[in-house]
């Protein structure tokens, strides 16, 4: 890589906040942060730990809870230590890392959205054939597809940015380190770069979101014909949470990486990562659990 760049580290420009209200970010984040490992570590236990939950819809819901402890990981840590740090520094080959770990982890979620929205269809479709359609060996294939898909989908990013030559200036308009600030800094023509970030990302952004959708559709079909009130809120409580959770993150993506680069769409793109890289995975397991009659029945036994 030292062939094709001279810039050996960078500066995060972070949030952009006063001094005045960086300790208090700090602390907002900091807090956020402790919230996202305890809850989605809990649903790990739990999931692993209670017999009743070796279903497919809590294998997927364990694998969502460890990507997003990793999802946060990327950015969270380097960020609230820049919060109460003068040098906001990362090396080159940190920085290349974020990028391929952002967008891998952040790939595989979406791809596993698709998924778990597959599995609920099946569920409220053909609850009869339900164990037979989402047999073991097909729910560890569609996690293990949903992760090699992703991380080759970060690769793919990551290589083609660590090859662009960086000589100067070296401060990224960010607070971690994204593909589209990171292209800012270039010095040499990046727009194959974001026309290849525009279809890829766009591609899997939108085929993902499109089977969610159509799973969505199908689902919607079935719980007219349920004529019980009661049977309805049941098969709806199953989705309301994965429904929620995918509007938040689809929407904050697309409206992140399907738009033209400039200098006041950086600044928004900076809002915009806060929600899928810090409030999203704190939420995401208050809104499986909170909704989920299961998931409360294990975990009042696992406090017991």
């Given at each position: 890589?030292?062939?094709?760049?001279?810039?050996?580290?960078?500066?995060?420009?972070?949030?952009?906040?006063?001094?005045?209200?960086?300790?208090?970010?700090?602390?907002?984040?900091?807090?956020?942060?402790?919230?996202?490992?305890?809850?989605?570590?809990?649903?790990?236990?739990?999931?692993?730990?209670?017999?009743?939950?070796?279903?497919?819809?809590?294998?997927?819901?364990?694998?969502?809870?460890?990507?997003?402890?990793?999802?946060?990981?990327?950015?969270?840590?380097?960020?609230?230590?820049?919060?109460?740090?003068?040098?906001?520094?990362?090396?080159?080959?940190?920085?290349?890392l974020q990028i391929y770990f952002f967008h891998?982890?952040?790939?595989?979620?979406?791809?596993?959205?698709?998924?778990?929205?597959?599995?609920?269809?099946?569920?409220?479709?053909?609850?009869?054939?339900?164990?037979?359609?989402?047999?073991?060996?097909?729910?560890?294939?569609?996690?293990?597809?949903?992760?090699?898909?992703?991380?080759?989908?970060?690769?793919?990013?990551?290589?083609?940015?660590?090859?662009?030559?960086?000589?100067?200036?070296?401060?990224?308009?960010?607070?971690?380190?994204?593909?589209?600030?990171?292209?800012?800094?270039?010095?040499?023509?990046?727009?194959?770069?974001?026309?290849?970030?525009?279809?890829?990302?766009?591609?899997?952004?939108?085929?993902?979101?499109?089977?969610?959708?159509?799973?969505y559709i199908f689902i919607s079909k079935f719980?007219?014909?349920?004529?019980?009130?009661?049977?309805?809120?049941?098969?709806?409580?199953?989705?309301?949470?994965?429904?929620?959770?995918?509007?938040?993150?689809?929407?904050?993506?697309?409206?992140?990486?399907?738009?033209?680069?400039?200098?006041?769409?950086?600044?928004?793109?900076?809002?915009?990562?806060?929600?899928?890289?810090?409030?999203?995975?704190?939420?995401?397991?208050?809104?499986?659990?909170?909704?989920?009659?299961?998931?409360?029945?294990?975990?009042?036994?696992?406090?017991?």
């Open positions: 890589l030292s062939n094709f760049t001279s810039t050996t580290y960078f500066v995060l420009d972070g949030l952009g906040v006063d001094e005045d209200l960086q300790e208090i970010f700090f602390l907002v984040f900091l807090l956020l942060y402790m919230l996202t490992l305890s809850a989605n570590l809990s649903i790990m236990i739990i999931t692993i730990s209670d017999t009743s939950l070796h279903t497919p819809m809590y294998l997927f819901l364990g694998n969502l809870a460890f990507l997003d402890i990793c999802y946060s990981s990327v950015v969270i840590p380097k960020m609230i230590a820049d919060l109460i740090s003068q040098k906001k520094m990362i090396s080159f080959y940190g920085c290349m891998s982890l952040g790939g595989t979620e979406v791809i596993l959205f698709s998924v778990m929205s597959y599995d609920r269809y099946v569920a409220i479709a053909h609850p009869l054939r339900y164990s037979t359609i989402m047999k073991n060996n097909v729910c560890i294939g569609l996690a293990v597809c949903s992760w090699v898909l992703g991380f080759s989908h970060g690769l793919l990013h990551c290589i083609m940015t660590a090859k662009l030559p960086f000589c100067g200036p070296n401060i990224v308009k960010h607070f971690f380190c994204d593909i589209k600030p990171m292209l800012n800094l270039a010095c040499t023509d990046v727009s194959f770069n974001l026309r290849l970030l525009f279809i890829v990302t766009g591609t899997l952004a939108i085929s993902t979101l499109s089977l969610t959708i159509l799973s719980l007219i014909k349920i004529k019980t009130s009661q049977g309805r809120r049941r098969a709806l409580s199953t989705c309301s949470g994965h429904f929620t959770v995918v509007t938040l993150q689809y929407g904050t993506a697309i409206f992140t990486y399907m738009r033209p680069s400039t200098k006041d769409s950086l600044n928004q793109d900076r809002a915009a990562a806060i929600m899928f890289s810090v409030i999203t995975p704190a939420l995401n397991p208050i809104l499986y659990t909170l909704r989920n009659k299961d998931m409360k029945k294990a975990l009042k036994k696992l406090i017991k």
